[in-house]
């Protein structure tokens, strides 16, 4: 029986979790993408790629981190290069490019990633422009309906900013959300503060 088209691509997602696609085929999909050819099936061939082709496929990744056709997939870039693959410093321009709310974006997919993405950039190294941005967002949000959201997700990224582990991205038992959010916001002050001014 043939697979249908959706069932191969449902297989290639399960077969890049575990680690099962050789590389000659994670090379054909990649030569799929950056020829142009993946259409509508882009999200999952760029997250096959990722997950199984590893890093020496970052520039291809790269090039869809400011992707106004689906940001969803900007949003699946920015999480690679940011969480899984540590790179995101090299891309500090598109990160506060999205961190600005591009228009294309409507459902905030790639803003929402953004954010995080910024918290694990700052994690490893540290960055006045970026810190001060999440710093505006917890702190001001984007006068939106969903600011409570926004802000919460900035504070966490701060959080993550200031060394905090994944596990450890809530307030400690008898702290609350509100002292805890407060709390972070002043270290990330003083922490732009401390820092030598950038040119």
Known sequence: MTMTHDEYLRQLIARAKDGTIPQREVKGIAQTISEG??????????????????????SLVAGYLIHAEDPEVSA???????????????????ILELLGSPEWDLDD?????????????????FDTELLRTLLKLAEEGRGEYDDDLMKRLAVEAIARA?????????????????????????AARDRLHEAPRQP
Do not use: C
Request: net charge positive; no cysteine; charged share 20%.
């Open 37 to 58: 050819r993946a259409g509508r099936d882009l999200y999952r061939l760029l997250y096959a790629v990722a997950r199984a082709g590893g890093p020496e496929y970052e």
């Open 109 to 125: 997919d790639a803003f929402m990633a953004a954010v995080s993405g910024a918290g694990e950039i700052l994690h490893g190294t």
């Open 162 to 186: 200031l060394g905090a582990s994944h596990e450890s991205m809530r307030p400690p038992e008898g702290v609350t959300r509100s002292e805890w959010s407060q709390g972070l916001l002043r």
């Open 76 to 94: 699946l870039a920015v999480q690679v290069l940011t969480a899984h693959w540590r790179v995101g410093a090299k891309y500090q321009a598109q």
